[in-house]
């Protein structure tokens, strides 16, 4: 009996040279394709060409360039070649809360903390492709006019595209599972941004009321993003 090897996976390394080096050749003996990018502006550059299963982020760099770089792969735009939702995994040495929930704004899926033991950044690593991987194999979401083509991560209202940041469609995606159900911010934070908690943030709220005016713009005013006080947001395509 034969065993079917894994399939390669290209994963982008952001961060100076010398400190990923050695993370670089763990994970081509683990059969990634390793791309390097020493600063945000190298990496757009790569990612305009290459299409990587996911993207490694030094956040310790200076000048926030750490941030700079999970927010250059989050804010593509239709017009950009690379998957915006691609997985973003960080890493800081720092140990600053303030950082890592930054980092997690963003956009990152999650944050490590170094010293690491390879083993487990790889298995995170792996999960988080296995996990994109699966989300998005389920083919469209419809309620009423809106349409989630969750293999082109694309959304659609009538016949108007609507251009949706990563966690913009991440949000509309929890949401149009159950749509006249009530999801939590609590929920929301854990099954889109990854937060094991809760804390004092108003993301999910500032990330709602963009796609409300947007859902909103495309369709002549009609209100899709409810926002329920003191419990979550639901998604009613019938609401007036």
Not at 11 to 38: K, N, Y
Not at 66 to 91: I, K, N, T, Y
Request: net charge neutral.
């Amino acid at each position: 009996m034969t065993t079917q090897e894994a399939p390669h996976r290209s994963v982008l390394l952001v961060g100076p040279r010398p400190a990923s080096g050695s993370l670089a050749a763990d994970l081509e003996a683990d059969r990634f394709d390793v791309l390097l990018a020493a600063d945000p502006g190298e990496a757009r550059g790569i990612l305009a060409r290459a299409c990587p299963s996911a993207v490694i982020v030094d956040l310790d760099m200076p000048a926030s360039g750490g941030l700079e770089a999970v927010g250059l792969v989050r804010e593509g735009g239709p017009e950009d070649p690379w998957d915006a939702a691609m997985p973003v995994l960080g890493v800081s040495g720092a140990g600053e809360a303030h950082r890592v929930v930054r980092a997690l704004e963003r956009g990152a899926d999650e944050v490590v903390g170094t010293p690491f033991a390879y083993i487990e950044l790889l298995a995170r690593l792996r999960a988080l492709i296995r996990r994109a991987d699966g989300e998005w194999s389920a083919g469209l979401l419809r309620v009423d006019d809106i349409v989630i083509d969750r293999r082109a991560r694309r959304v659609t209202l009538g016949d108007q595209v609507i251009p949706l940041s990563a966690k913009e469609l991440g949000l509309l995606t929890a949401l149009a599972k159950d749509p006249r159900r009530v999801v939590s911010k609590h929920e929301l934070l854990r099954d889109v941004w990854g937060y094991k908690s809760m804390g004092r943030t108003r993301t999910v709220d500032s990330h709602a009321s963009r796609l409300r005016r947007k859902l909103a713009v495309a369709s002549g005013g009609r209100r899709y993003i409810v926002n329920v006080w003191g419990l979550g947001y639901r998604l009613a395509a019938d609401d007036a």
